[in-house]
T-cell receptor, first 115, second 114 residues
Framework: DTGVSQDPRHKITKRGQNVTFRCDPISEHNRLYWYRQTLGQGPEFLTYFQNEAQLEKSRLLSDRFSAERPKGSFSTLEIQRTEQGDSAMYLC?????????????FGEGSRLTVL | GDSVTQMEGPVTLSEEAFLTINCTYTATGYPSLFWYVQYPGEGLQLLLKATKADDKGSNKGFEATYRKETTSFHLEKGSVQVSDSAVYFCALSDQGGSQGNLIFGKGTKLSVKP
């Protein structure tokens, strides 16, 4: 399968711990996006990369959230000092930049539960 | 800022019934509009899209028309099947789509009974 893959699929952690999620996009895609989805809500945009450059990060939820894409391939999303309110599904998507009408391809998500 | 409002769910229909899921948007520019679907246990996938006013997107028997005058993009299907049971999300491209990121509605869960 050559779709977007995310790891881990489910993470349970205690409040105050750090967690990291990984996303492997479709190989020929140069844009990579992170979204958060809470129960009963649609996905909420967090940040995106074009190749290794992070072009938008103002919508990251707090300074506890950070993302990297060091070589323009896979990406990681780290949450430091987790809080119960961070419990959500974290979605990764990728696309080939093609202007305004490009389709985003989503992974199945990484579900975070903070106890 | 830009936003999307879609009808509350859940929606329960019998097989072969007509489906409409309403979606309206607020945008300062000229966004592209999308419907994404999430089947149980799967990731979001694009169902259809429209990039300018009066465009009609269609796929798998679903249709939606970009109505600028009513700022709407309602999803319709003439005869639903059990396999259409899923959560449907309306979305628009943010800031004219220059970044490609999407703003989503809250989603509408559809259940189709045999």
């Amino acid at each position: 399968d050559t779709g977007v893959s995310q790891d881990p699929r489910h993470k349970i952690t205690k409040r105050g711990q750090n967690v990291t999620f990984r996303c492997d996009p479709i190989s020929e895609h140069n844009r990579l996006y992170w979204y958060r989805q809470t129960l009963g809500q649609g996905p909420e945009f967090l940040t995106y990369f074009q190749n290794e450059a992070q072009l938008e990060k103002s919508r990251l939820l707090s300074d506890r959230f950070s993302a990297e894409r060091p070589k323009g391939s896979f990406s990681t999303l780290e949450i430091q000092r987790t809080e119960q309110g961070d419990s959500a599904m974290y979605l990764c998507a990728s696309s080939f930049v093609a202007g305004a009408t490009g389709e985003l391809f989503f992974g199945e998500g990484s579900r975070l539960t903070v106890l | 800022g830009d936003s999307v409002t879609q009808m509350e769910g859940p929606v329960t229909l019998s097989e072969e019934a007509f489906l409409t899921i309403n979606c309206t948007y607020t945008a300062t520019g000229y966004p592209s509009l999308f419907w994404y679907v999430q089947y149980p246990g799967e990731g979001l996938q694009l169902l259809l899209k429209a990039t300018k006013a009066d465009d009609k997107g269609s796929n798998k028997g679903f249709e939606a028309t970009y109505r600028k005058e009513t700022t709407s993009f309602h999803l319709e299907k003439g005869s639903v099947q059990v396999s259409d049971s899923a959560v449907y999300f309306c979305a628009l491209s943010d800031q004219g789509g220059s970044q490609g990121n999407l703003i989503f509605g809250k989603g509408t869960k559809l259940s189709v009974k045999p």
